[in-house]
C-alpha cells in the first residue's frame, strides 16, 4: 500500500519544482523568454506586413491584367465571327457571370445568338437515363436522328443538337417546325429551358459548363461520361463546339470537371474545344479564337490549366 509518507514527498516534490520554476522564470531566465516572445512577434508582424504588401500587389496586377484584356479584346476578336449564329447551352449550375461574359465575347466578335438553352439536372441523372432514352426515341424521328446510336447515351444529345443546329453554310430564321417539336419534346420532358428570344438555326455551340457532382463517385462519372457524349453531338450537327468554364480545377466537383473529362476523352479531345477560365477577362480572347478554329476543322485546349495545350490559339505554354 501507499503510506501517508509517499503522499507527503510526493507532494512536497510538486510545490519544489513549482518554485524552482517561478524562480528561474523571474530571475536568469526572465530576459530570455521575454526577448524570445518579443522577436517572434515582430517576426509575425513582419511576415503579416510583407504578405499583405504582396497580396495588394498581386491584386494591383490582376486588375491591370483584366483592364488591359477588356481594353484590348474587343479589338482583337472584332469580326472573327461574323456571320456566325452560335447556340449557348448552359448546364445547370453554371456560372451566371460566366454565361455572360461568354454572350458577351461572342456577341463582340460579331456572331448572332440562335438560342440559349439551359439544361436541368435530369439531363444527366443516372436515374433518369431511361426516361431520357425513351423520350429521345419518340423524337429522333423529328430531326432524322438515328434511333440506336454506337454510344446509347449520345441519342438525347444527338436530338438537341440536330434540333438546334445545322451545318448548312447559311442557316435560316427560322427553325425547321419538325426541330422546333423537338425542342418542345425535350421542354415538355423538363430537360431544359429556352431563353425568350426566338430560337434561330445555329451553326455551331458554346457548352457553359456546370458543377459535376453525383451521389457518389459512380455516380459523378456517370454524369460526367453524359456531358461529353453531349459535347460530341453538338459537334457532330454543326460546325463546331467548345466547352467553357471557369478556371479548371482537379477537384471533379468544380465546374472546370467536365473541361477535364473532354481533355481526357480519346474521342471528344479530338474534336470539341475547351477554354478553361471563361469567367476570367483573359479567357474571351481564347474562347472566340477556339471557335473561330472550330470552323477552321480544328481543335484545341486552352487556358490556364495544367492540361490546357496553349493560353490561347497559336501560342506556347
Same mark, same amino acid.
Given at each position: ?31 530570455n523568454i521575454g526577448q524570445s516572445l518579443n522577436e517572434q512577434v515582430t517576426a509575425l508582424r513582419q511576415d $503579416?506586413?510583407?504578405?499583405?504588401a504582396q497580396l495588394e500587389a498581386q491584386q494591383r496586377g490582376i486588375d491591370a491584367r483584366d483592364t488591359f ?16 449564329? +452560335? ?12 454565361? $455572360? ?9 460579331? =456572331? ?72 418542345? #419534346? ?7 429551358? +429556352? ?9 455551331? =455551340? ?5 458543377? +459535376? ?22 459537334? =457532330? ?32 479531345? $479530338? ?11 483573359? #479567357? ?12 477552321? #476543322? ?17 501560342? +506556347?505554354?
Open positions: 500500500m501507499i503510506d501517508f509518507r509517499y503522499h507527503l514527498v510526493s507532494i512536497v516534490s510538486i510545490f519544489l519544482a513549482l518554485a524552482v520554476g517561478i524562480v528561474l522564470g523571474a530571475g536568469p531566465l526572465q530576459n $503579416k506586413a510583407t504578405l499583405r484584356a477588356n481594353t484590348v479584346t474587343p479589338k482583337l476578336v472584332s469580326g472573327s465571327l461574323s456571320g456566325r449564329t +452560335v447556340s449557348v447551352v448552359v448546364a445547370p449550375g453554371a456560372d451566371a457571370d460566366t454565361v $455572360k461574359k461568354t454572350t458577351t465575347a461572342l456577341t463582340g466578335a460579331g =456572331a448572332r445568338i440562335g438560342s440559349t438553352v439551359t439544361l436541368t439536372d435530369a439531363w444527366v441523372d443516372p436515374t433518369k437515363r431511361t426516361f431520357r432514352d425513351n423520350l429521345a426515341t419518340q423524337l429522333a424521328s423529328l430531326v432524322k436522328a438515328p434511333g440506336t446510336l454506337s454510344t446509347p447515351e449520345m441519342l438525347p444529345g444527338t436530338v438537341l443538337a440536330r434540333a438546334l443546329l445545322t451545318t448548312a453554310e447559311r442557316p435560316t430564321d427560322k427553325l425547321d417546325p419538325s426541330a422546333a417539336q423537338a425542342l418542345e #419534346g425535350l421542354k415538355a420532358g423538363d430537360l431544359l429551358t +429556352v431563353g425568350s428570344d426566338p430560337v434561330v438555326p445555329a451553326s455551331s =455551340a458554346v457548352l457553359v459548363a456546370g458543377p +459535376v457532382k453525383g451521389a457518389n463517385e459512380e455516380d459523378t462519372t456517370a454524369r460526367l461520361a453524359s456531358w461529353v457524349a453531349l459535347t460530341r453531338a453538338l459537334d =457532330a450537327a454543326g460546325s463546331g463546339t467548345v466547352v467553357t468554364s471557369t478556371m479548371n480545377a482537379a477537384d471533379p466537383q468544380t465546374t472546370g470537371a467536365l473541361v477535364a473529362a473532354v481533355r481526357a476523352d480519346g474521342d471528344a479531345s $479530338k474534336a470539341v474545344s475547351t477554354v478553361d477560365d471563361g469567367d476570367q477577362s483573359i #479567357g474571351a480572347a481564347p474562347l472566340v479564337e477556339a471557335l473561330t478554329e472550330q470552323y477552321a #476543322g480544328h481543335s484545341g485546349h486552352y487556358g490556364v490549366g495544367s492540361d490546357a495545350a496553349a493560353v490561347l490559339p497559336g501560342t +506556347v505554354k
